[in-house]
Nanobody, 118 residues
Framework: QLRLVESGGGLVQPGGSLRLSCVGE????????IGWYRQAPGEEREGVVF???????SYADSVKGRFTISRDRDKNTVYLQMNSLKPEDPGVYYC????????????WGQGTQVTVSS
C-alpha cells in the first residue's frame, strides 16, 4: 500500500523549472518530518532538502537558492519547487516521511524521474 505518492517529474532544459509533489495517502503529513532525496544512476541516494513538522527547512548546499520546499496542509502535500535546473540535478527524486519522535516509522514514495537535457 502506497503511503506517499510523488509526481511532477519530467524532462526539462537546463535553466528550467519543475515542481514535484508528495501527497500523503493514509499518512497525515503534518505529523512527519519530510525529506526529498535524489538518486542518479550509479550513485547513492542523497538528501536534497528537508522540512520539519514545524516547517523548519534545510537545504543541501548544491541546491540552496534554487530549490524550495513547502507544505500545503489542507492538501496533505509537500512540494519541491526546483528552479534553474542544472545538468547535475537529474535523477529519481524520492519523498521520505519520518514520524516525529518515532523515526522508525519511516516511509518512502516510489520516486519520480527528473531529466535535465537540452
Amino acid at each position: 500500500q502506497l503511503r506517499l505518492v510523488e509526481s511532477g517529474g519530467g524532462l526539462v532544459q537546463p535553466g528550467g523549472s519543475l515542481r514535484l509533489s508528495c501527497v500523503g495517502e493514509v499518512l497525515i503529513l503534518d505529523d512527519y518530518n519530510i525529506g526529498w532525496y535524489r538518486q542518479a544512476p550509479g550513485e547513492e541516494r542523497e538528501g536534497v532538502v528537508f522540512i520539519s513538522s514545524e516547517d523548519s527547512e534545510s537545504y543541501a548546499d548544491s541546491v540552496k537558492g534554487r530549490f524550495t520546499i513547502s507544505r500545503d496542509r489542507d492538501k496533505n502535500t509537500v512540494y519541491l519547487q526546483m528552479n534553474s535546473l542544472k545538468p547535475e540535478d537529474p535523477g529519481v527524486y524520492y519523498c521520505n516521511a519520518q514520524l516525529v519522535a518515532h523515526s522508525h516509522y519511516d516511509y518512502w514514495g516510489q520516486g519520480t524521474q527528473v531529466t535535465v537535457s537540452s
